[in-house]
């Protein structure tokens, strides 16, 4: 669940707030990660607000935690990697797939990017989409779709990052990558594999295996 939308005071973000959160950045930091840029956006996006407010002394924490339709907001180190990964500069277009609490997409936005983002869960997708509105967030455009198949009439894109667990990488994302432009993708089925795919070409792809995660799966539009 997300944050009330008629409760204003779950929206503050407290001095105490701000204490856990950089405390928590410390901790990402020391994990590794560099990038001035992405450290500074994760300062100050609040992600207690993107929780449920009975779960708020877990929002500065490093681990993940269930949202909604079975779904979670990732870890913190998470979000940081592959936001890293992505080496996004201001204006960069993103595509990002699954929108999830929207916890990612404030990141990106955080950076500069012109963000297109798309979520598969429609309970998730009704919630997010108010609460964007709620705060302030303005995504170029949010969907509700497959993102097996990406945005096809937007691309290219200079980065597509995806948020769940993919079996295999999804040859629609590849086809919609600008050239020099990276697909940042969990892969596999129980333990993925991050992947950092970089587009040489038309035809030439540079793969990078960058370690272990896991992942909610990626779902797919059967129908």
């Known amino acids: ?3 009330s939308q008629c409760n204003s005071n779950l929206l503050k973000d407290t001095l105490k707030h701000k204490g856990l959160r950089n405390k ?3 901790e990402v930091i020391s994990k590794g ?4 840029l992405v450290i500074d956006a994760m300062r100050k996006v609040p992600r207690h607000l ?3 407010s009975g779960f708020l002394e877990h929002a500065y924490q490093d681990k993940a935690f269930p949202i909604a339709a079975g779904q979670t907001i990732s870890q913190p180190y998470t979000v940081a990697f592959q936001t890293e990964l992505l080496q996004l500069k201001p204006r960069d277009k993103v595509l990002e797939i699954g929108t999830g609490s929207g916890y990612q997409t404030a ?4 950076l500069k990017a012109q963000v297109y983002t798309i979520e598969r869960q429609l309970e998730l997708f009704k919630k997010t989409r108010l609460f964007f509105d ?3 967030y303005r995504p170029k455009k949010f969907i509700f779709g497959d993102g097996y198949k990406g945005m096809p009439d937007e691309a290219p894109f200079d980065g597509i990052i995806v948020t769940a667990g993919a079996p295999e990488v999804p040859k629609a994302l590849l086809q919609q990558l600008a050239i020099g432009g990276r ?3 969990p892969v596999g089925v129980e333990d993925q594999e991050m992947m950092r795919i970089t587009r040489i070409s038309e035809t030439e792809f540079k793969r990078e295996q960058l ?3 896991r992942f909610v799966p990626l779902l797919e539009d059967k129908n």
């Open 50 to 52: 993107f929780m449920d």
């Open 24 to 26: 928590l950045i410390e």
């Open 134 to 136: 709620k705060m302030g």
């Open 211 to 213: 370690g272990t995660f």
């Open 107 to 110: 990141i990106l936005l955080e």
């Open 1 to 3: 669940m997300l944050p």
């Open 33 to 36: 990660i560099k990038d001035p």
């Open 183 to 185: 697909l940042v993708i």
